[in-house]
């Protein structure tokens, strides 16, 4: 459900802004955008959140529709695929957001904690209001910027009781992956090695005829994951860091720079240049 749109704290949009140049904040990255870009059926692998700092944001599935400006927290309670299209502010010509991943170790917390009936699941994609969350949010920031990340991990699982206490308990619920949500997360932590359909049958002890048959189950093949799952990464990489698109590639298993953009333009419907990070 959409909120009202509130005036934000210009200073905790200040101080969360900062992040995008501290160095012990990696993996919390800031996106810039120097012109509008937006990507189709971008893979979102973990529950997380995005503070938007400025212009604005649109976002869509099969059964929601949102638009976020700054002041807004947008809210992901769970693995989905998202269209996006980020808008740099007409003023500045920036577009600026901070991604926080709901690392497992402050999902596991959460749920350790949490000894009361479940709350309900609510949707998958949420808009709240970002001052609600102010406190924890500066705790999480200054122990970010300290290397404090026991204490980071600590304010995140904070953050996602009183998200759960919010109505959003599937935050709470650890759901069982799919045989190719497995795969994808395998290849993701080496996206650049080789990968074959014996790899994936000897880490599973499956035959490569069970494992052709579950993947079309799913409507997939071994080919076409592989390639999902490193641009998926590829896509994580472009939003996160400042890496030059021909580093990106090769990390994901690309040799070629061309191929790379082609396939990444192909299953976006965005030039990988656009995201302006590099």
């Keep these: ?44 692998p973990q529950p997380q959140f995005a503070i938007l700092l400025q212009g604005r944001k649109q976002v869509s599935t099969a059964q929601q529709s949102m638009t976020f400006v700054p002041g807004d927290l947008f809210l992901i309670t769970q693995r989905c695929r998202i269209d996006v299209v980020n808008i740099p502010d007409p003023a500045s010509g920036l577009y600026l957001s901070a991604i926080v991943p709901l690392c497992s170790e402050a999902l596991s917390a959460a749920r350790t904690l949490w000894n009361e009936p479940l709350p309900a699941a ?19 920031r200054a ?29 709470l619920l650890a759901p069982e992956p799919s045989l190719g949500e497995r795969l994808r997360d395998l290849i993701a932590a080496q996206p650049e090695r080789d990968w074959q359909s014996h790899d994936f049958e000897s880490h599973l002890g499956m035959s490569g005829a069970t494992l052709r048959r579950r993947l079309a189950s799913e409507q997939l093949s071994v080919r076409e994951l592989i390639a999902d799952a490193r641009l998926a990464y590829a896509m994580q990489l472009l939003y996160t860091t400042r890496l030059p698109l021909k580093t990106v590639a090769a990390r994901v298993g690309y040799r070629s720079l061309g191929s790379f953009n082609r396939r990444f333009a192909a299953r976006y419907g965005l030039d ?5 990070n590099s």
Excluded: N
């Design 272 to 276: 990988p240049a656009e995201i302006g």
């Design 122 to 140: 609510g949707l998958p994609l949420a808009q709240l209001a970002l001052d609600a969350h102010a406190d924890t949010l500066r705790q999480w």
């Design 143 to 171: 122990a970010l910027e300290r290397g404090h990340y026991t204490e980071a991990r600590l304010a995140l699982a904070t953050l996602i009781v009183a998200f759960c206490r919010g109505g959003h308990g599937s935050l």
């Design 1 to 44: 459900m959409a909120l009202t749109p509130t005036l934000p704290d210009p200073g905790l949009l200040a101080e969360i802004a900062t992040l995008a140049d501290c160095q012990r904040a990696e993996g919390y990255a800031c996106i810039t955008a120097r012109r509008e870009h937006g990507a189709s059926s971008v893979e979102i």
